[in-house]
């Protein structure tokens, strides 16, 4: 691990907007709750929580450096409906309560593409029961990737649980309006566009399993 890494990391812990998992309910309570996995340095989090400033958004990822970077964008634009948590989508339901969450955004998952790795995938049906769990009974999951593997696999894992998606989009950045939170980019997002790859898009709410 770099010496520059490593600095950013240990400087993260201290950021006042960058929380560990077990804290983070206690901010939760009263407040109308969006979370992003996978936020990475923060770009889209912190957009979204600019333009909702009545919606709390939580940023979600496994790396502190990733986190320092997020935190440290929230404070330079002063966006404070805006915070960060380290932790796993494997422990959403240990340290989130449920029917917290009015949006629970997936963005840029990981695609897993190695043979045996689909339980992995942030859209398996496992985790699609957990983030039920966790969504407002008027909750929906908003996703948005740049993978066709991963975007017809989120349509199946879907349909086996008959969940049918309120927005089914193939190329967000022609067939959503300009002001669509899914047009707010990710680093990723600027990289895959240049490279002309579309972004597909997916929406659904919470149902009864």
């Known amino acids: ?24 309910a206690s901010q939760l309570d009263g407040k109308a709750v969006v979370f ?12 979204f929580a600019r333009r909702n400033p009545d919606l709390f958004v939580v940023g979600v990822d496994v790396k502190l450096d990733r986190l320092y970077k997020a935190g440290c964008l929230a404070i330079e634009l002063g966006v404070e409906n805006c915070v960060f948590v380290r932790m796993r989508a ?10 917290s969450l009015q949006q629970l955004w997936l963005t840029f998952s990981d ?10 995938r942030l859209t398996h049906t496992r985790f699609l029961k957990v983030y039920n769990q966790l969504l407002s009974k008027d909750g929906r999951v908003c996703f ?10 989120t349509l199946e894992q ?48 919470s149902v009864i399993l």
């Open 36 to 47: 992003e996995l996978g936020c990475g340095d923060g770009l889209f989090a912190v957009e």
């Open 158 to 205: 879907l349909s086996e649980l008959k969940i049918v998606p309120t927005l089914d989009v193939l190329d967000t950045h022609s067939q959503l309006s300009k002001d669509s939170p899914y047009l707010i980019e990710t680093v990723f997002e600027k990289k895959f566009r240049e490279k002309g790859i579309k972004i597909k898009a997916l929406e659904w709410n």
């Open 1 to 24: 691990m770099s010496r520059k890494k490593l600095i950013r990391i240990n400087a993260a812990r201290d950021l006042p907007n960058v929380f560990a998992c077990e804290d983070i």
């Open 144 to 153: 948005k990737s740049d993978s066709d593997s991963l975007y017809n696999f």
């Open 90 to 99: 494997e422990d959403l339901l240990r340290f989130v309560p449920e029917g």
């Open 111 to 120: 695609p897993q593409p190695k043979k045996g790795s689909a339980k992995k």
